[in-house]
């Protein structure tokens, strides 16, 4: 037991990213990997995530913000790091000083960081973004209004080092008809873009256009990296959504914590804050050590949220509290306390699925992942 010294733990497996790596290439040819380690690795442990990745070859990482990447730096990661959101100006001077790449959010935006690098005599790496059907970050270039002007104004900005262009997609997890052909819309527009840049002799640098989903079920479109987050966690956003790929995916997170009390509860004791659960007979109830604070959604309490003892399936029972939770172990036997509970990931023959958690709080994977918290401590595992 990895946790024995801590109260809740992650445990990431290493092995299990190599799989998931490697199933990505074989998914994408030569397409290269930009890792996206950003909130935390999506609460794997960003620095934990960074070093596996580049011990399995990657080179390029993606965070979304200034201090993530910096963050990676301290940690000795010296390989490329592209900011993929906003660095408010204050910031620019950590661009040139931790050699990052910054995407250019706006043409107003390239030309704020154009001045600064201009004034301070400098050349800010960065990649241009490109709004092909998103509607959140970048230069409009869709089906109703094509701004190429804007992106070749960019390339054109004297202290900008453009090394890269990309953009990215809402709906390529859809398997429905619109949403395939927006996804391929926005492809063609992509590439009918590079083509413009190519006729007009601009160096674009590296394309990249790929999440997840666009990996499953697009498969290699020939640029040069793609952007996986969930992939090489080895979980996608919810099982039931439906690709017309199947990945051989591990998933590379457990979440364990321990028991800290086990007491008999009679018939009519209720259990935890509201008093959701009243005791319908005599009852094994174990405390477990953690709660929502943890990253456990407080919204998935009274759902028939089942975590493993013994290897052995126990339903959570009553409100999940901030830093614990109870358990109904009457049909365990032997339970006591320091025991480990396993809340995502498996326990002998039975597992949990995050997917269970998300599904009960009507969320995906993406954002569970991402709630778990700082204080629960990351644990690599290795063969
Ligand atoms: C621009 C960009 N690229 C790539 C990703 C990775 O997405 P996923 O985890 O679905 O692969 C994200 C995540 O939200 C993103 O914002």
Redesign the pocket.
Same mark, same amino acid.
């Given at each position: 037991m990895l946790g024995t010294y801590t109260r809740a733990w992650v445990e990431i497996d290493y092995d299990a990213i190599r799989h998931n790596v490697e199933a990505i290439h074989k998914r994408m040819g030569k397409t290269k990997i930009m890792g %996206?380690v950003?909130a935390n690795a $999506?609460g794997h442990g960003d620095v934990a995530c960074a070093k596996m990745l580049i011990a399995c070859g990657i080179d390029f990482l993606?965070v #979304?913000s200034v201090d993530e990447a910096i963050k990676l730096r301290k940690a000795d990661i010296e390989v490329d790091i592209l900011i =993929?959101g906003y660095t408010p100006s204050v910031l620019f001077d950590k661009l040139v000083e931790y050699n990052l790449v910054q995407t250019l959010i706006s043409l107003e935006y390239a030309e704020m960081l154009n001045d600064y690098a201009q004034k301070n005599n400098q050349l800010i790496r960065a990649h241009v973004k490109v709004d092909t059907g998103m509607g959140r970050i970048g230069v409009v270039y869709n089906e109703n209004h094509k701004d190429y002007e804007a992106i070749r104004k960019e390339y054109s900005l004297a202290n900008l080092k453009i090394e890269g262009i990309?953009s990215?997609f809402p709906v390529s997890d859809e398997l429905k008809e619109d949403s395939v052909s927006f996804t391929k819309n926005q492809i063609a527009l992509f590439n009918e873009l590079l083509q413009r840049l190519k006729d007009d002799q601009i160096d674009y640098g590296l394309s990249h256009l790929q999440? #997840? $989903?666009g %990996?499953i079920n697009y498969g290699d479109l020939g640029y040069d990296y793609c952007?996986?987050? =969930? =992939?090489y966690m080895g979980v996608t #956003?919810l099982d039931s959504i439906e690709t017309n790929y199947q990945m051989d995916l591990r998933p590379i997170l457990s979440m364990y914590t321990s028991v800290s009390m086990v007491k008999e509860v009679r018939k009519g004791d209720s259990i935890s804050y509201g008093r959701h659960f009243i005791a319908p007979k005599k009852m094994k109830v174990a405390t477990i050590a953690i709660g929502y604070a943890d990253g456990l959604p407080r919204l998935v309490s009274n759902k028939g949220l089942e975590v493993l003892v013994h290897g052995k399936r126990a339903p959570i029972i009553g409100n999940i509290c901030m830093d614990q939770c109870m358990i109904d172990v009457s049909d365990i036997e032997g339970v006591s306390i320091g025991d480990e509970v396993c809340v995502i990931g498996k326990q002998g023959q039975e597992e949990v699925k995050i997917d269970a958690i998300s599904r009960l709080a009507q969320t995906i994977n993406?954002e569970t992942l991402s709630k778990i918290t700082s204080r629960v401590d990351r644990l690599v595992k290795r063969k």
């Open positions: %996206i950003k $999506y993606a #979304s =993929l990309f990215h999440n #997840s $989903y %990996i952007r996986p987050g =969930l =992939l #956003s993406n």
